[in-house]
C-alpha cells in the first residue's frame, strides 16, 4: 500500500525523504543521496510506458494513474511514493492508498526557493504559485521525471486537494518549519502516524535516529551536496547548474519579497495562510 508523500515543489519533501529512507531502508540510519532511490516519484514515464500509454495522449496518461501504480504496489509492503500533484479525480483509489503525509511550506518563502530552482524571477514563481500551472509533459527531457505531466494547480487548491482524505484518517499535515526546528518531536508523530496505518505497534531505534539526525542536518546536507552530485539539482543548460541546498531553514526568505509580492500573496492566500498560523 502508498503512504504518498505530497507537496507542492520547493515545500520540504526532499528532506522529509531524507529522513524516511534513512530511517527506514538503511541498516544505521545514515543517510546518503543514493538511499533516496528507495521512494520513487509519480507520475513517471517509465510506468505509462510498461503499460503502453501514449504520452501525448494526455486523457489516457490520466485515465492509466491506478493501473500505473498498480505496477509498483503488487506487494504487500509498505511504499512511500513522492508526489507533487494535487489529489486529481481519479489520481489514485482506496485499493492502493494507504494515506498521505502532506508537507506545506510558508508560501512566501517557497516563491524564493522556486526561483532559485526553477530560473525564474521572483514575479513569475509568484505567478506560478497563485495559477492554474503543471510540471514536465517533455518528452524528450533528458531528465526522465520531467517527461510525464505533474498537475500542479494552484498553492491553494493543491494544498485542498489533499485534505479529502483527513475524512478517512489517512492524512497528516507537517509545516515544514516545525520538521527543521523540532524534527526529532516530528519525525517521532511521523513514525505514529505511519504505525497507526499499517496497524503495527513499534520500538523506537535510538541509533538510527542519532544517525539519521546527524546526517539529514541542513549543514551537512549542504556539505554533502558540494561534494557529491546530487542527482534532484536544477539545471539550466550545461554550466547554469542550482545549488539545491541553497537557503537554511533560519533564513527568512520572505524577507527579499518585495511588499507588493508580499502583500499579494497574504491577499490571495489569506484563508490558508490563516488556517495555516502563517498570518
Known amino acids: 500500500m502508498i503512504i504518498w508523500l505530497a507537496s507542492y515543489p520547493k515545500s520540504g519533501n526532499t528532506f522529509l525523504r531524507s529522513l524516511l529512507s534513512s530511517y527506514f531502508f538503511t541498516n544505521d540510519g545514515l543517510f546518503n543521496f543514493e538511499v533516496l532511490n ?3 516519484q509519480f ?4 510506468l505509462f510506458k510498461k503499460i503502453g500509454v501514449n504520452l501525448k495522449d494526455e486523457k489516457k496518461v490520466l485515465e492509466n494513474y491506478v ?16 508526489t507533487h500533484s494535487s489529489l486529481l479525480k481519479g489520481f489514485t483509489d482506496y485499493k492502493n492508498t494507504l494515506g498521505a503525509i502532506y508537507i506545506i511550506r510558508d508560501p512566501r518563502n517557497v516563491v524564493i526557493s522556486a526561483a532559485n530552482h526553477f530560473n525564474t524571477t521572483i514575479e513569475e514563481s509568484v505567478s506560478r504559485l497563485l495559477n492554474y500551472t503543471n510540471l514536465g509533459g517533455d518528452i524528450n527531457d533528458n531528465k526522465s521525471s520531467n517527461r510525464v505531466t505533474t498537475h500542479l494547480t494552484t498553492w491553494s487548491m493543491h494544498y485542498n486537494s489533499w485534505k479529502v482524505l483527513k475524512k478517512r484518517e489517512r492524512y497528516l499535515l ?3 518549519e516545525d520538521l527543521t526546528q523540532n524534527t526529532e518531536q516530528v519525525f517521532i508523530k511521523i513514525l505514529d502516524f505511519i504505525h497507526n496505518l499499517i496497524n503495527q505497534k513499534y520500538i523506537l531505534d535510538k541509533l538510527k535516529m542519532k544517525n539519521m539526525l546527524k546526517t539529514t542536518s541542513f549543514d551537512y546536507l549542504q556539505k554533502l551536496e558540494k561534494e557529491k552530485n546530487f542527482p534532484e539539482k536544477a539545471k539550466h543548460g550545461d554550466k547554469d547548474e542550482k545549488t539545491f541546498f541553497k537557503y537554511g531553514p ?4 520572505k524577507e527579499i519579497l518585495s511588499k507588493a509580492l508580499k502583500e499579494k500573496i497574504e491577499d490571495k492566500l489569506k484563508n490558508d495562510m490563516t488556517e495555516l498560523g502563517y498570518l
Do not use: D, G, M, R
Open 38 to 40: 528507495t521512494i520513487k
Open 43 to 46: 507520475p513517471h514515464y517509465s
Open 67 to 82: 493501473k500505473a501504480q498498480e505496477l509498483f504496489n503488487t506487494k504487500e509492503s509498505l511504499q512511500f511514493v513522492k
Open 174 to 176: 507537517i509545516k515544514y
Open 250 to 253: 533560519q533564513e527568512k526568505k
